[in-house]
């Protein structure tokens, strides 16, 4: 099976986000990851998440 590479598409909110997190020097674990854990719990009615 050929799986066709195509070019992501962001914009500029997308973009600015990552670069936040890069100039930030947080690449694991975080103020994001703690914000996406906390959020992915809520929406998925769950204990634990782990990012």
Known sequence: MKIPIIKPYLDEKEERAVIEVLRSGW???????????TLFTQLQDAKYAFA
Request: aromatic share 10%; net charge neutral.
């Open 27 to 37: 690449l694991v674990q975080g103020r994001k990851v703690q914000e996406f854990e």
